[in-house]
T-cell receptor
């Protein structure tokens, strides 16, 4: 069974600094997606960034980038120039490409931004 | 488009009561699913559907029933509520396809079972 592990229950960072959230996963599949979702206090799940396993280039979306290490099964999220609005729970998630679009989520990391 | 809507937003039940959480989407998505979110455990898949009349179990299906009679609606039924079902419930939808990656989440329903 696929599993996703986020080993940092909480992280904090000073505003304008850079922070990295960690995620590891376990799978025997070769073709899959990895995602980072943001959940602010409103509870809404917001897709931040995605990575397709067959692509070697790390995904980037504005201030958000990932470090995808397929052999190590590691998928970290880097937030640059942290802003107060980045404060939220962040979830790492995985799904295989084949079959149903079932997401497997990690436990989440609560990110606090200090002004 | 309203996107994915869920009702109610909050609900309190007594142990043994039954109820239905409603989920609807207006994007003509084939794939719909239900997750529950518990503290420290992330979101876990309860049931999912790949189209009208087709449903299947996810990771934590016990105590829940689903049906999909239309493309738009995917209700989640709690047959006999238990305190262990206290959680936040999310419905999500997506176009069907291997390379379809975006899942659209509803705003969630917070359920408390006393």
């Amino acid at each position: 069974a696929q599993t996703v592990t986020q080993s940092q229950p909480e992280m904090s960072v000073q505003e304008a600094e850079t922070v990295t959230l960690s995620c590891t996963y376990d799978t025997s599949e070769s073709d899959y997606y990895l995602f980072w979702y943001k959940q602010p206090p409103s509870r809404q799940m917001i897709l931040v960034i995605r990575q397709e396993a067959y692509k070697q280039q790390n995904a980037t979306e504005n201030r958000f980038s990932v470090n995808f290490q397929k052999a190590a099964k590691s998928f970290s999220l880097k937030i640059s120039d942290s802003q107060l609005g980045d404060a939220a729970m962040y979830f790492c998630a995985y799904r295989i490409i084949q079959g149903a679009q079932k997401l497997v989520f990690g436990q989440g990391t609560r990110l606090t931004i200090n002004p | 488009n309203a996107g994915v809507t869920q009702t109610p937003k909050f609900q309190v039940l007594k142990t043994g009561q039954s109820m239905t959480l409603q989920c609807a989407q207006d994007m003509n998505h084939e794939y719909m699913s239900w997750y529950r979110q518990d503290p420290g455990m992330g979101l876990r898949l309860i049931h999912y559907s790949v189209g009208a009349g087709i449903t299947d179990q996810g990771e934590v299906p016990n105590g829940y029933n689903v049906s999909r009679s239309t493309t738009e609606d995917f209700p989640l039924r709690l047959l006999s509520a238990a305190p262990s079902q206290t959680s936040v419930y999310f419905c999500a939808s997506s176009p069907w396809g291997q390379r379809e990656y975006e899942q659209y989440f509803g705003p969630g329903t917070r359920l408390t079972v006393t």
